[in-house]
């Protein structure tokens, strides 16, 4: 409570009071902190507030909303700016991690005589899946023998560990 006198020329004086209130700043938390794989996206949670602005916004779907989707291509931390009831405004971060595609290899295009088959050589994942399945051992080996009929180029699409996937194809020339 502020209280102001005012004293006139003739030493009158009058006397007023004003209250100010303090709010307390809101209490806004972003949640996610994680990783997500190339070419992936992550929801993003905000509360605490009545109205929420997220930035950088430009990999956002929206920057307004209390949830939104982010789709990093690099690892970026995200602020959101939290604004209550009383128009007090207070802000929290959340950082969501890209991370690296697995470091895929379908081995080197190979050349075959009819009849003749080739062993197909992929690495960098724990799980690899192949196609077309015409003329392969296994789809889902690391290591699958082909006997195409016909130059065929074959694609692998291999998963790591923290369940990211990248293709690569090879060549085998009949």
């Known amino acids: 409570t502020y209280t102001v006198i005012g004293v006139s020329g003739s030493s009158c004086a009058d006397t007023t ?46 920057s ?5 989707i982010a789709s990093p291509v690099l690892s970026t931390t995200y602020t959101v700016i939290g604004t209550d009831g009383n128009n007090c405004t207070n802000s929290s971060s959340v950082s969501v991690t890209v991370l690296q595609p697995p470091n895929v290899n379908a081995g080197t295009n190979t050349t075959i005589a009819q009849g003749d088959s080739a062993m197909l050589i992929a690495g960098g994942g724990i799980s690899y899946s192949w ?23 074959f694609y692998v699409t291999v998963t790591d560990a923290n369940g990211c996937t990248a293709i690569d194809s090879v060549i085998i020339i009949v």
């Open 17 to 62: 009071t004003i209250n100010v209130t303090v709010h307390d700043l809101p209490i806004v938390t972003a949640q996610f902190n994680d990783s997500i794989c190339p070419n992936g996206s992550a929801t993003l949670n905000a509360s605490g507030a009545v109205s929420f602005l997220w930035s950088p916004s430009g990999s956002l779907n929206s």
């Open 64 to 68: 307004t909303a209390s949830n939104v």
């Open 131 to 153: 196609s077309p399945s015409d003329g392969l051992s296994c789809l889902t080996c690391q290591n699958p023998v082909a006997k195409p009929t016909i130059t065929t180029t």
